[in-house]
Each structure stands twice: as C-alpha cells, then as structure tokens.
C-alpha cells in the first residue's frame, strides 16, 4: 500500500496571506496525484489532478505542484472561504488519501 | 448537471448488513470506474470499494474484503455497495465518487454521503 503523509497537520494563517501544504508519497505515484478540499458538512470537492492541473470552476489562486513521491498545493491570498481541510490522494496503484492538513485562520 | 445522490445509510446492529444505493444523473454512468470512500467521524477519507467502467473488474480496501461487495446496474445508473458483518469501527459517512473512464483516475463529484452507523 502507498502511504501518504501531508504536513502540516494544521496550518494558520492570516487571511490575504498564502499557504503551502506538503504531501509526501511512500514511493513514487509520478504525477497520479489529486487535492480535494473538505469543508464541515460537506462532501469533499475536488481542486487538482496530475498534480498541476485545476479542476472545472477552481480559482487561479490555487496551485499544485510536484511529481514523484513530492507535492505541493499552494494557496496564494487565501479568502475564508478557503479555511477547510485539505486532502491528497495518490490514483497510481489503487487509491490512498492523506490524512489531512486543517487550514485555520489566524 | 452531474449529481450522485446516496442512499440506504441507517443504524444497524453489529453483525448486521445493509445495502447502500447511490444514483447518478448529468452523465454517462456506463463509461465511468465508481468507487465507495468512507469517512469515520473526526477522522480522514478512506478508500472502500472500486468498480470499473461496464463491471469488468472491482476490488476492496483490506479492510471491507470479503465483508462489502460493490456492484452497478447500468441501465439503472445506479452503484450499490452491499455491506455484511458490520462492526462498530465501519461507522462512517459513505461518498459513492464518480472516477475517470479509461484509468483509475482522480474523483470528481462525490455524493453528498450517507451516514452508516454501527451500534449495538
């Protein structure tokens, strides 16, 4: 099984200012890598997939980057809308979800 | 607009089965893998079951194999996950999530979920 592990698990931050959140494979998922974006109640919403690529209707302010067994999703001014738990998960040999990084505000 | 809607989530008594359905609308639902992910409360997402395209082929979590069986009608466009020997620790939302059609791929909507909860 591919392990994956995000960090932080929580992160605060002021809103207009930017965030990163990691997410480290135990082996390599090339670029099979997706972000979801959780919020309390809700189902989770899909923002990336192959690691760079945004989804339908997501804004420009988030980025994803990275390949192999490293990623990275980046928030730039994060509105509050924004503050929610976030998600990766690796599609590469069967499915396995990260344990979350909660984004709070500051 | 592409929707799935889930259904059949309820309290059961451990040992107990039940049957959650999940109905999709706004695409093709033949051409698409599916897959059941679960989320215990306060915890994180964990994959459960996956069906491909047409049913050619599905497999479980290590955790649910041979207790959960997943299985779609297509001319129903619906996804089912048939859940046996249920214990406490498989209380949990249940999302049925749309996959990709030709690869195992990233999902995209999930359902709004149905709450399972296991509990004598």
């Known amino acids: 099984e591919i392990v994956m592990t995000q960090s932080p698990a929580t992160l605060s931050v002021s809103p207009g200012q930017g965030a990163t959140l990691s997410c480290r494979a135990s082996q390599s998922v090339s670029s099979n890598l997706a972000w979801y974006q959780q919020k309390p109640g809700q189902a989770p919403r899909l923002l990336i997939y192959g690691a760079s690529t945004r989804a339908t209707g997501i804004p420009a302010r988030f980025s994803g980057s990275g390949s192999g067994t490293e990623f990275t999703l980046t928030i730039s001014s994060l509105q509050s809308e924004d503050f929610a738990v976030y998600y990766c998960?690796?599609?590469?040999?069967?499915?396995?979800f990260g344990q979350g990084t909660k984004l709070e505000i500051k | 607009q592409v929707q799935l809607v889930e259904s059949g989530g309820g309290l059961v008594k451990p040992g107990g089965s039940l049957r959650l359905s999940c109905a999709a609308s706004g695409f093709t639902f033949s051409d698409y893998h599916m897959s059941w992910v679960r989320q215990a409360p306060g915890k994180g997402l964990e994959w459960v079951s996956y069906i491909s395209s047409r049913a050619t082929s599905a497999d479980s979590a290590d955790s649910v194999r041979g207790r959960f069986t997943i299985s779609r009608d297509d001319a129903r466009q619906s996804l089912y996950l048939q859940m046996n020997s249920l214990r406490a620790e498989d209380t949990a939302v249940y999302y049925c999530?749309?996959?990709?059609?030709?690869?195992?791929?990233?999902?995209?909507?999930w359902g709004q979920g149905t709450l399972v909860t296991v509990s004598s």
């Open positions: 999530a749309r996959g990709q059609p030709r690869y195992l791929g990233w999902f995209d909507p």
């Open positions: 998960q690796q599609y590469n040999y069967w499915y396995t």
